[in-house]
Nanobody, 126 residues
Framework: QVQLVESGGGSVQAGGSLRLSCAAS????????MGWFRQAPGKEREFVAA????????SYADSVKGRFTISRDNAKNTVYLQMNSLEPEDTAVYSC???????????????????WGQGTQVTVSS
């Protein structure tokens, strides 16, 4: 069983930055594909970013491309989401996810992940 714990959320003004962290339990973190998703009030959860096991391949939603960066430190069992130039539309609960089962470098869909964190709130004010 893998446990994921997010941190780093908070309130920031538009144009500001935040860095989210997701710490994973277990000794096989480097074998997980990792992803970040978000859910805004009244909306479906949506894909934000994903990262391959080695960290060499990334994928981003068009809405965050060029502003957000996903990275991982396998020695620390942690995945990060650096968020710059934040906009009010980025306000949401951000959750990290891990996949330990599937083949493929990158996953962009919820069903491809088998472990989820509880989420951390990000609020961007104008």
């Amino acid at each position: 069983q893998v446990q994921l714990v997010e941190s780093g959320g908070g309130s920031v003004q538009a144009g500001g930055s935040l860095r989210l962290s997701c710490a994973a339990s277990g000794r096989t973190f480097s074998s997980y594909v990792m992803g970040w998703f978000r859910q805004a009030p009244g909306k479906e959860r949506e894909f934000v970013a994903a990262l391959s096991r080695s960290g060499g391949v990334t994928s981003y939603a068009d809405s965050v491309k060029g502003r957000f960066t996903i990275s991982r430190d396998n020695a620390k069992n942690t995945v990060y989401l650096q968020m710059n130039s934040l906009e009010p539309e980025d306000t949401a609960v951000y959750s990290c996810a891990a996949d330990s089962r599937r083949v493929g470098a990158i996953h962009r869909y919820e069903y491809e992940y088998n472990y989820w964190g509880q989420g951390t709130q990000v609020t961007v004010s104008s």
